[in-house]
């Protein structure tokens, strides 16, 4: 245990002055009255001298005001710092919100893919206590939701709060929404740095041409990328515009051997979820591969010294309180 101010300068310029307050005030004279029955039997003992009653009201108050300067300084007692063991990486989980993921997989849990993805999410940012995430998504766009941050409650407000149409939903820019991630991450000083990349569906347009970039980019940075395709082989279903279920089809899809391939050139690994049980799975597995240990130095716990001291100051107060109105009348 160690003992220290976590204002040292308030009680350390504080304590000069009052020093000071006492000098002159013990120079100045007053005139002392008595009152009420007590004061007689104070002037019959020998306690009854000037100098004794000036000086132990002067003095009662003098330790007042100074343990009051003490306790602005708000003394604690700590324990020894220790050196612990933290885990920790910095994260960017990247989840598509483009229309076929209002789709469902599952005809016993038709919850759209999009809620079951946000479920999942909001679990896995739970585990990870100690770790910087960052929320990126992409349709026809990518955009950051939220920059690299430890702050769970904000993570998982953002990650509840997604919905599609957030961004143009009509498309998938999959190697765009992979540079995007990795730009979070190309300033990290993490010893690991992972990016985890959900879909449902295919790159389209000019963003075919941008995958080798995509790649190229994460490599250099030594991000790995973990990419998980969502839907099962039928394609999925999806409620048209009377509520009726509606199969998609096998030609609506992932592109596997994409993902495949960007998980492996990055040292990651590819997952496919075909149904909400199986993305839960893949989430919790990919928590357990993604551990780093590293040594910090901790303070396990302050222990506040105001309460004692507080009481003590109140105490002396009381009794100067007392003195000054039942024994003696003097005003400094």
């Not at 100098?51 to 300084?73: D, N």
Request: aromatic share 10%; hydrophobic share 45%.
């Amino acid at each position: 245990m160690t003992f220290r101010f976590l204002y040292p300068l308030i009680p350390l310029l504080g304590l000069p002055g009052l020093a000071a307050l006492l000098f002159f005030t013990l120079k100045r004279k007053s005139q002392v009255v008595y009152r009420y029955a007590l004061a007689g039997a104070m002037i019959r003992s020998k306690l009854s001298s000037s100098k004794f009653r000036k000086h132990c009201l002067v003095a009662a108050r003098a330790m007042t005001i100074a343990i009051l300067i003490f306790m602005s300084g708000r003394p604690q007692w700590v324990e020894h710092r220790s050196i612990v063991d933290v885990e920790g990486i910095d994260i960017v989980l990247t989840i598509d919100i483009s229309g076929s993921m209002n789709a469902f997989d599952d005809l016993k849990d038709r919850r759209p893919r999009i809620d079951v993805a946000k479920r999942e999410a909001i679990n896995f940012i739970e585990r990870r206590n100690n770790d910087p995430i960052s929320i990126v998504v992409f349709g026809a766009d990518s955009i950051t939701q939220c920059p690299l941050t430890l702050d769970k409650r904000v993570l998982k407000d953002v990650v509840g709060n997604l919905e599609i149409g957030t961004v143009d939903p009509r498309g998938t820019v999959l190697a765009t929404s992979l540079i995007t991630s990795v730009n979070r991450l190309r300033n990290s000083r993490a010893k690991s740095k992972v990016i985890v990349l959900l879909t449902d569906g295919r790159p389209f347009g000019e963003d075919e041409n941008l995958q080798g970039q995509a790649i190229d980019l994460a490599k250099r940075f030594g991000i790995k990328v973990y990419t998980i395709g969502v839907g099962n082989k039928d394609g999925g279903y999806m409620h048209n515009m009377f509520g009726q279920v509606e199969a998609l089809g096998q030609e609506v899809g992932i592109d596997a051997t994409l993902l495949k391939s960007i998980a492996e050139k990055t040292g990651g690994q590819f997952f496919e979820a075909r149904n909400p049980k199986e993305l839960g799975e893949i989430y919790r597995t990919i928590d357990n591969l993604e551990k780093t240990d590293y040594q910090t130095d901790f303070f396990s716990k302050s222990y506040e010294a105001l309460k004692k001291v507080l009481l003590i100051a109140s105490m002396i107060f009381a009794a100067e309180m007392v003195m000054r109105f039942f024994v003696w009348r003097w005003v400094l």
